[in-house]
């Protein structure tokens, strides 16, 4: 196939158009569905269960029948043009990007009692799988075989995020109850199970006959060990910890808060070191740099902030101001990037080296919450308000979106993405509003991410 010829910009902007054909369509489709379904709901009220009412209006058997011929007409008619409409604009946004990525879902992580606002991989042996829920309870699970393996009690209140330390087996978790906790585990992995054979092309034709936008089936995780102490109780805050992370070495950790601080902390003392002030409005995330003594903050107030503590004597302050809404992240790359996400649909790709203005923008349709960005691949992972997962490269082209349809995927919000490249097989992780993560493997071909 030949390369296109039209300019990059021009491109770009005709995908956008597509992409709001694309959703013009799903939405007319989507609503008919609904209006079907009321349709169908009052028919059935009127005749109870199918049969007329008595002392009833006789014509009404009749007018059942039409209006759902009508409807199912209506709807047949709707959903051929969809089907149609948008397999010329998904086949013509292929054609632009030359291949396809493979999306496999691998393995579901069903247990917890409410949504899972975050999830993070250890950096240590047995590598394992931990999210942290607004049921007040963080746990750990095994990759391969999807069986919970233990599970933190400790906190009184929603559990927002958590981190694994880089060389031992503790977990730092950030809670509602305005503390965040550090505690010891003590896990051992089950035997390896064969994955199911559930894959899809990445952006394949989204089914509109999705799931219910219920919850994920399942009791619960069986009785599992449960850790209910911590170690150290950071509890420096007066307003929910939304997030904590370690700082290299693991040595310290920063807390942020909705009482618009950040605080610092001695990890062996729980000394608090530093509060940083600064933002105007409650904090949303914090992020340390894998090698460095920087962190950054971000913040309801449309900013996020960089904190240098390299120099024990300086911890100089550099606000980003490129978003329009609320930061919901910001999270530092291998090199000398950041990348931020925010409620204004938009991520953005920084230079710590002049930082007046982002070297990178990308631009969708629905809010953006906790982003990740692999480190061998530098490919960002965007979990959208919408349910859907889209990946991107540094400089702003669309790579893939995880496949949704009636068989995978989530159903509610996307929470948060978490790479774990050191597992071949299992490679990125998501989760949600609908009790579950989900460990995906992701195959870019080389070919998308060439420049």
Same mark, same amino acid.
């Given at each position: 196939?030949?390369?296109?010829?039209?300019?990059?910009?021009?491109?770009?902007?005709?995908?956008?158009?597509?992409?709001?054909?694309?959703? *013009?369509?799903? #939405?007319?489709?989507?609503?008919?569905?609904?209006?079907?379904?009321?349709?169908?709901?009052?028919? *059935?009220?009127?005749?109870?269960?199918?049969?007329?009412?008595?002392?009833?209006?006789?014509?009404?058997?009749?007018?059942?029948?039409?209006?759902?011929?009508?409807?199912?007409?209506?709807?047949?008619?709707?959903?051929?043009?969809?089907?149609?409409?948008?397999?010329?604009?998904?086949?013509?946004?292929?054609?632009?990007?030359?291949?396809?990525?493979?999306?496999?879902?691998?393995?579901?992580?069903?247990?917890?009692?409410?949504?899972? =606002?975050?999830?993070? $991989?250890?950096?240590?042996?047995?590598?394992?799988?931990?999210?942290?829920?607004?049921?007040?309870?963080?746990?750990?699970?095994?990759?391969?075989?999807?069986?919970?393996?233990?599970?933190?009690?400790?906190?009184?209140?929603?559990?927002?995020?958590?981190?694994?330390?880089?060389?031992?087996?503790?977990?730092?978790?950030?809670?509602?109850?305005?503390?965040?906790?550090?505690?010891?585990?003590?896990?051992?992995?089950?035997?390896?199970?064969?994955?199911?054979? $559930?894959?899809?092309?990445?952006?394949?034709?989204?089914?509109?006959?999705?799931?219910? *936008?219920?919850?994920?089936?399942?009791?619960?995780?069986?009785?599992?060990?449960?850790?209910?102490?911590?170690?150290?109780?950071?509890?420096?805050?007066?307003?929910?910890?939304?997030?904590?992370?370690?700082?290299?070495?693991?040595?310290?950790?920063?807390?942020?808060?909705?009482?618009?601080?950040?605080?610092?902390?001695?990890?062996?003392?729980?000394?608090?070191?530093?509060?940083?002030?600064?933002?105007?409005?409650?904090?949303?995330?914090? @992020?340390?740099?894998?090698?460095?003594?920087?962190?950054?903050?971000?913040?309801?107030?449309?900013?996020?902030?960089? =904190?240098?503590?390299?120099?024990?004597?300086?911890?100089?302050?550099?606000?980003?101001?490129?978003?329009?809404?609320?930061?919901?992240?910001?999270?530092?790359?291998?090199?000398?990037?950041?990348?931020?996400?925010?409620?204004?649909?938009? $991520?953005?790709?920084?230079?710590?080296?002049?930082?007046?203005?982002?070297?990178?923008?990308?631009?969708?349709?629905?809010?953006? #919450?906790?982003?990740?960005?692999?480190?061998?691949?530098?490919?960002?992972?965007?979990?959208?308000?919408?349910?859907? $997962?889209?990946?991107?490269?540094?400089?702003?082209?669309?790579?893939?979106?995880?496949?949704?349809?009636?068989?995978?995927?989530?159903?509610?919000?996307?929470? @948060?993405?978490?790479? #774990?490249?050191?597992?071949?097989?299992?490679?990125?992780?998501?989760?949600?509003?609908?009790?579950?993560?989900?460990? =995906? #493997?992701?195959?870019?071909?080389?070919?998308?991410?060439?420049?």
């Amino acid at each position: 196939m030949e390369d296109s010829k039209l300019p990059l910009s021009l491109r770009s902007n005709l995908l956008d158009l597509f992409s709001q054909i694309e959703r *013009e369509f799903e #939405n007319l489709y989507i609503e008919n569905l609904e209006l079907r379904r009321e349709i169908e709901s009052l028919n *059935e009220r009127l005749t109870g269960d199918g049969q007329a009412v008595e002392g009833g209006d006789p014509t009404k058997g009749a007018l059942k029948t039409k209006a759902s011929h009508s409807t199912s007409q209506l709807s047949q008619k709707l959903k051929t043009t969809y089907k149609a409409s948008t397999s010329k604009i998904v086949s013509s946004f292929k054609a632009t990007t030359g291949s396809r990525a493979l999306c496999q879902l691998l393995k579901e992580y069903v247990g917890h009692r409410d949504g899972i =606002w975050d999830l993070s $991989v250890t950096r240590t042996q047995p590598v394992v799988l931990g999210t942290a829920s607004a049921d007040h309870s963080a746990l750990l699970w095994s990759i391969e075989t999807g069986k919970c393996l233990l599970r933190y009690a400790g906190h009184a209140g929603s559990v927002n995020s958590i981190k694994f330390h880089p060389t031992e087996q503790m977990a730092l978790t950030a809670s509602g109850d305005q503390t965040a906790h550090i505690w010891r585990y003590m896990v051992q992995l089950p035997a390896p199970q064969p994955p199911p054979d $559930v894959s899809a092309p990445c952006d394949e034709d989204q089914d509109s006959s999705d799931r219910e *936008e219920g919850e994920v089936d399942g009791e619960g995780p069986c009785e599992v060990p449960t850790v209910r102490v911590a170690t150290a109780t950071l509890k420096s805050h007066q307003g929910v910890v939304i997030a904590a992370d370690w700082l290299v070495g693991g040595r310290q950790v920063v807390t942020a808060s909705w009482d618009r601080a950040a605080n610092l902390y001695e990890v062996e003392t729980s000394e608090l070191v530093h509060t940083l002030t600064g933002h105007d409005q409650e904090l949303t995330h914090c @992020c340390t740099h894998p090698t460095q003594r920087l962190v950054v903050t971000s913040s309801r107030d449309t900013t996020f902030r960089l =904190w240098d503590f390299r120099d024990p004597s300086i911890h100089s302050v550099n606000v980003f101001q490129g978003h329009t809404d609320t930061v919901t992240s910001a999270v530092f790359t291998v090199g000398d990037n950041v990348v931020s996400g925010s409620d204004d649909r938009t $991520v953005k790709v920084w230079d710590l080296k002049n930082m007046r203005s982002p070297i990178a923008t990308i631009r969708t349709d629905s809010a953006v #919450n906790r982003i990740s960005v692999s480190a061998n691949q530098k490919i960002i992972a965007l979990p959208h308000d919408n349910r859907q $997962v889209r990946l991107f490269d540094m400089s702003g082209v669309r790579l893939a979106r995880l496949p949704r349809s009636n068989r995978m995927g989530h159903r509610r919000m996307v929470c @948060c993405t978490a790479w #774990n490249e050191e597992n071949q097989s299992c490679n990125l992780f998501t989760c949600g509003f609908d009790r579950q993560a989900i460990g =995906w #493997n992701i195959n870019i071909p080389a070919l998308l991410q060439e420049k």
